[in-house]
């Protein structure tokens, strides 16, 4: 039996005898915790879309959505950290078995989060180089703060986990110049394309023009090559009719 459906099949049986929200239910074992893995996501999915489908059961202060390292390919899994644990419920409860772009969503707790490899290796480093002085590596840590899974790492944009996009704010002075700049590019590049157009257009007309003069040209040397056939035809005719009367 595959994990949804086993996890479908405990959460059914603990709503039979009464069992949810007291310490007898399963998620009791992971109330420490407050990390969820999110499986089968569609490779298309960015790190926006997969808190926009998981924060419907809470607040998120992080998320790992786990890529390949040569080609930045998703792998269709991910780590994601709610505010407060009790929201992991929720989402594995509500989450698990849904359908998001034809796959069903497989969501469930995790224990004990483990740091992204290129990070631990980063970590295990600095404590080689300075002596393990910090006791035990626990998530409160500059390893495992938000946004952990990215540091060091080019991204596409310069918003993050903890300061996304203000939809409402007034663009800064320097990004109301970049605007301009940007639709000033594009009225220039619009008016190229415009004139390049034209001048394909004339182009175009040119050829046309000139490949029907081509023709036409074929169509008179040819009439005429036909008209001379024909005059030494009936010029041959007449000689031979006028030889035979003399004859």
Not at 236 to 242: D, E, L, N, R, V
Request: with cysteine.
């Amino acid at each position: 039996m595959n994990v949804i459906a086993e996890i479908q099949r405990i959460n059914d049986l603990e709503l039979e005898k009464g069992l949810t929200h007291t310490s007898a239910s399963w998620h009791t074992k992971y109330q420490n915790s407050a990390w969820v893995y999110a499986g089968n996501l569609p490779n298309n999915l960015t790190e926006g879309d997969v808190l926009c489908i998981l924060s419907q059961y809470g607040e998120i202060e992080d998320i790992h959505l786990v890529r390949e390292a040569d080609s930045g390919k998703s792998k269709g899994f991910a780590f994601v950290k709610y505010e407060d644990a009790r929201s992991c419920v929720l989402a594995v409860d509500n989450l698990t078995g849904s359908d998001v772009l034809g796959r069903t969503l497989r969501v469930d707790h995790v224990e004990k989060y483990r740091l992204p490899k290129h990070v631990q290796e980063k970590e295990d480093e600095k404590l080689l180089n300075n002596g393990d002085d910090d006791g035990d590596n626990d998530d409160d840590g500059e390893a495992g703060a938000a946004g952990h899974a990215y540091k060091d790492q080019e991204m596409a944009s310069s918003y993050n986990i903890e300061s996304g996009q203000d939809l409402f704010a007034a663009p800064k002075k320097d990004e109301r110049r970049t605007q301009t700049q940007q639709q000033s590019e594009q009225y220039n590049s619009a008016g190229d394309e415009i004139i390049m157009s034209r001048e394909d257009r004339e182009d175009r007309k040119r050829r046309k023009e000139l490949r029907a003069q081509k023709r036409k040209e074929k169509e008179e040397h040819r009439r005429e090559k036909e008209e001379r056939k024909s005059k030494k035809r009936k010029h041959g005719k007449h000689y031979k009719t006028s030889r035979g009367r003399h004859d």
